[in-house]
């Protein structure tokens, strides 16, 4: 069983930066495949970036490359959302997860790929 907990989130204007994180506590966590998904107002949650266990691949959805950087530390145990450029459109609340499943080559990408979840931190970038 793995924990997470987000921290990082607040409020910043347009074209501005912010850094999350998750802290991960229990299971393995350099074997889990991560991924940071959002949920906005009245919309569903979607993927926004994932991370290999090993850190050496990544995949971000559209709307964030170029702007966001997945990053992360196993001997911290802790993951990271580097957010730069930052947009209205981008308030969320931002969750962190964990997948114990095996991918091979690809990543996890969808909701139903993560097993374990955050509480979520809340983004708000003002226009």
């Known amino acids: 069983q793995v924990h997470l907990v987000e921290s990082g989130g607040g409020l910043v204007q347009a074209g501005g930066s912010l850094r999350l994180s998750c802290a991960a506590s229990?299971?393995?966590?350099?074997?889990?495949?991560l991924g940071w998904l959002r949920q906005a107002p009245g919309k569903e949650r979607e993927f926004v970036a994932a991370?290999?266990?090993?850190?050496?691949?990544?995949d971000y959805a559209d709307s964030v490359k170029g702007r966001f950087t997945i990053s992360r530390d196993n001997a911290q145990n802790t993951v990271y959302l580097q957010m730069n450029s930052l947009k209205p459109e981008d308030t969320a609340v931002y969750y962190c997860?964990?997948?114990?499943?095996?991918?091979?080559?690809?990543?996890?990408?969808?909701?139903?790929?993560?097993?374990?979840w955050g509480q979520g931190t809340q983004v708000t970038v003002s226009s």
């Open positions: 997860a964990a997948s114990r499943r095996v991918f091979r080559i690809t990543l996890p990408t969808t909701l139903d790929q993560y097993d374990y």
């Open positions: 229990g299971g393995t966590f350099s074997s889990n495949d």
């Open positions: 991370i290999k266990w090993n850190g050496r691949s990544t």
